[in-house]
């Protein structure tokens, strides 16, 4: 049986990394590593969390169609490589994308499948706090990241579903609740 594929977005400082994190314990599930031409994170393994590449390199990359899908965000290009994504699904085992809501919803006008998954912070004020608590922005990215996270925020019902990460554990286990009930069907 084809693997199901779960698309999951959030706005920046939600906590989707942790919670990813818990979910991918699953062996069933694969995480899908994005490419992108932003700055690799402190912390961050290349190959492990993204393919970190430059701008003309990712536009050659779109022009020979490798993307599913890709979106500039945060003024950055980020796409999920459609071979490798398609590679696992006809294996049998589920793929998770960790992508925003343009990709997302670029996706859902070319599939006809996959559960779409939102995930919200409590409120604007305690993402603010997340991020700052972060320290990984400047003021002027963290004024970015919370603009754009208004505007994902405001298209959070195009989803199937929406997960609110106010207690951890109890987010982890909303999300895992519904893979499992997206495997059955
Ligand atoms: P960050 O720079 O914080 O890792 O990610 C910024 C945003 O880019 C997040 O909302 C993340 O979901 C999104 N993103 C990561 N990879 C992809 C991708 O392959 N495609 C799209 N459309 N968005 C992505």
Not at 89 to 104: E, T
């Amino acid at each position: 049986m084809r693997g199901k594929l779960f698309i999951i977005s959030g706005p920046s400082g939600v906590g989707k990394s942790t919670i990813l994190k818990e979910i991918l314990k699953d062996e069933q599930l694969v995480f899908s590593i994005s490419t992108t031409t932003r700055k690799q994170r402190k912390g961050e393994v290349a190959g492990r969390d993204y393919v970190f590449i430059d701008a003309a390199e990712f536009e050659a990359k779109i022009n020979q169609k490798e993307f599913l899908e890709w979106a500039k965000v945060h003024g950055h290009y980020y796409g999920t490589t459609k071979k490798w994504v398609e590679d696992i699904l006809d294996n049998g085992r589920d793929v998770l994308l960790d992508i925003d809501v343009q990709g997302a919803l670029n996706l859902r006008k070319i599939l006809d499948y996959g559960v779409f998954v939102f995930i919200m912070p409590p409120s604007v004020e305690e993402l603010r706090r997340r991020i700052k608590e972060r320290k990984t922005e400047t003021a002027k990215s963290l004024a970015r990241r919370i603009v754009n996270a208004e505007g994902e925020i405001a298209k959070r019902n195009l989803y199937d579903y929406i997960v609110v990460n106010d207690i951890l554990e109890e987010a982890i286990l909303s999300l895992q609740e519904l893979i499992a009930k997206a495997r059955i069907v």
